[in-house]
């Protein structure tokens, strides 16, 4: 005898063709399931594409969810099926079309480029019977009963040999009869399950069409009862309308009598106030932990994610200035390399800057001329003008807290302040340093950038020496504007304070004056100790840096701040999400020779290897 799962949840992939991309409607036409034999945990499985075999009542509802990797999730919900046929030759097809969000747009240019190809159908098989078994005792059943749930894209298509749904009880399929008994356990009924989901959704869309509609009636005035018309028809939560409501109200202000005479005008102090009303951080974070009860007045100034981005909502409220910019300033303190590097906050989602690949003293890119040399100098040349872009990638911490940190707010500003702080710096930090450039910044160590000096005759391994620190100072790009730092592994620091250059240290201990530099300074720069990079004796294990030479974008307005109660469940722990957006680049794509020496120069130094 052999046990299949009531009601299991399945996947299957297909690939995409690009060719039925339609970009002004972003609509694709795709194939999401065929009569292909598919191995399973229990043997070969068929999908039946037999006149009702296939309940195709979600696919063709025009709203079922276009998922990314069968996440079940608003956020991970990049479009919607449109609609769903199968073939005459037996093939289930579906138009689906992408949404407009931040991430949503990221997922359909992969698609457009041909990254993101794989497409997959989540379903529940309702009824399958055995049609035949092979010489090798395995098992080729027909599902004649099966209703497809979602359709995905995926990176990687799942692995079909694991069964989903293991928690349900077992049916017993009987082999020699090919006929499905009745379970040995309480029977399931599948399909009142799916009526009641079906159900509660259906009670959540009415209660947020309700709230949102009452909304719109306390604010009549300011055309409230249309904008939750339109609110209700796009799909939009109650947080969301709320933020749209608080825009409207803010645009239809009365305005300032034209006469002379005297007259009062009333300000809300509440919307200058830095921390949006809230006594503390844990004041604001205790406030988003009980929005999904009821939400506090307050928030609506604390304006969530969706007000200032294509992205759709997150579930998230931006963090009131003051609160997020001290998580931020934990992340940029004394030995920040993004308060370093050459930032620029941005309201958008992405920056287009020049990047001059040429130099000073070079004939091409951007020129400097006497006068009576003009004549004779080349034009400026485009391939030396170049134009980069940075988009901002999301860099999420997520923060568990107990029901008794909780409950004192103030604990839980220390808490959630130092624990988002630190962990935010360290993950900056290293994307700075090693980031691989796919969905993070581009690091030092992955660029092109730098340049490696190479070690001295005969010298030890595992040692950093004076020649080489001299002769790494030698070649990095200086000039105007200037902002060094030595990044130091500190398995390296012992060599480093010990080091003399003709019985002269040129280490400089730090003192009260030097609050940039606690570990002191190298040549007369100061010293960075960062375990981002890598141990003594392997190349990067020290790099001497010009940050003015490395390209940072941030969110402005700080973090955003959200929670979720699902993710520590079974412990009973609250957790806490801080979204922070960043990118960042070196400035130049590679070394420069300079003109009068062979030696190559850049905003970034390391040390060859000693081994």
Not at 337 to 345: G, I, K, R, Y
Not at 437 to 462: C, F, M, R, W
Not at 473 to 488: D, E, K, P, S
Not at 543 to 552: D, H, K
């Amino acid at each position: 005898m052999k046990t299949i799962k009531p009601g299991t949840r399945e996947v299957r992939a297909v690939t995409l063709d690009r060719a039925m991309l339609n970009q002004d409607m972003r609509t694709v036409e795709l194939a999401f399931s065929s009569e292909t034999p598919y191995e399973r945990w229990f043997g070969i499985e068929i999908l039946s594409h037999e006149p009702g075999a296939i309940r195709m009542n979600r696919l063709a509802s025009g709203s079922c969810p276009l998922l990314m990797d069968h996440e079940n999730s608003v956020e991970c919900q990049i479009g919607v099926v449109e609609s769903a046929s199968i073939g005459s030759d037996r093939v289930g097809r579906a138009s689906v079309r992408f949404g407009r969000g931040e991430d949503d747009e990221e997922i359909y240019q992969k698609v457009l480029d041909g990254i993101v190809s794989n497409v997959s159908v989540g379903y529940i098989v309702h009824a399958a019977r055995l049609i035949a078994t092979d010489k090798n005792g395995v098992d080729t059943f027909l599902v004649t009963d099966w209703e497809p749930l979602e359709i995905s894209l995926v990176a990687v298509p799942a692995d079909s040999s694991v069964g989903v749904g293991r928690s349900m009880d077992d049916f017993i399929i009987n082999v020699e009869s090919g006929k499905m008994d009745e379970p040995k356990t309480e029977t399931i009924d599948i399909q009142k399950q799916v009526d009641e989901q079906v159900k509660r959704a259906l009670d959540a869309t009415n209660k947020r069409n309700a709230d949102i509609m009452t909304i719109g009636e306390n604010h009549a005035d300011y055309d409230g009862v249309k904008l939750a018309a339109r609110a209700i028809a796009e799909g939009k939560t109650v947080q969301e309308f709320q933020a749209l409501m608080l825009e409207q109200i803010r645009k239809v202000q009365p305005a300032k009598p034209s006469t002379s005479a005297p007259y009062i005008q009333v300000e809300d102090n509440a919307e200058k106030d830095l921390k949006r009303g809230f006594k503390h951080f844990g004041d604001f974070a205790h406030s988003v932990m009980q929005a999904h009860r009821s939400v506090d007045e307050r928030l609506t100034r604390s304006t969530s994610t969706y007000s200032n981005e294509a992205a759709g909502p997150d579930g998230g409220y931006a963090v009131p200035p003051e609160f997020g910019q001290r998580i931020v300033d934990m992340a940029m303190e004394e030995q920040s390399l993004l308060a370093l590097s050459e930032q620029t906050p941005i309201s958008g989602n992405s920056m287009r800057f020049p990047k001059d690949e040429g130099t000073p003293w070079g004939t091409s890119g951007i020129l400097a001329t006497w006068e009576n040399e003009a004549a004779v100098k080349t034009p400026t040349k485009e391939s030396e003008l170049k134009e980069a872009e940075l988009r901002l990638k999301k860099l999420m911490v997520l923060v568990p807290a107990t029901e008794e940190l909780l409950a004192d707010s103030t604990a839980m500003t220390t808490h959630l302040t130092r624990k988002m702080g630190v962990r935010l710096d360290w993950k900056v930090q290293d994307a700075i340093v090693n980031g691989i450039g796919s969905g993070q910044p581009l690091g030092i160590t992955k660029s092109s950038a730098y340049v490696s000096q190479a070690k001295e005759t005969s010298q030890t391994a595992d040692t950093i020496n004076a020649q080489n620190v001299a002769k790494m100072l030698g070649r990095v790009i200086g000039g105007a504007g200037a902002r060094f730092a030595w990044l130091i592994n500190p398995d390296a620091y012992n060599q480093v304070i010990t080091m003399t250059l003709n019985n002269n240290p040129v280490w400089t201990p730090p003192n009260a004056g030097f609050k940039d530099a606690p570990s002191g300074f190298l040549l007369g720069k100061p010293i960075i100790q960062t375990d981002t990079l890598q141990t003594l004796g392997d190349k990067f294990d020290i790099i001497l840096a010009n940050m003015a030479g490395y390209t940072t974008i941030t969110k402005a307005g700080g973090a955003e701040l959200a929670t979720s109660m699902h993710l520590y469940f079974d412990q009973q722990l609250m957790a806490f999400r801080l979204t922070f957006r960043m990118d960042g680049q070196p400035l130049l794509s590679g070394a420069v020779t300079p003109p009068n020496s062979s030696v190559t120069r850049s905003h970034f130094v390391t040390l060859d290897a000693r081994t």
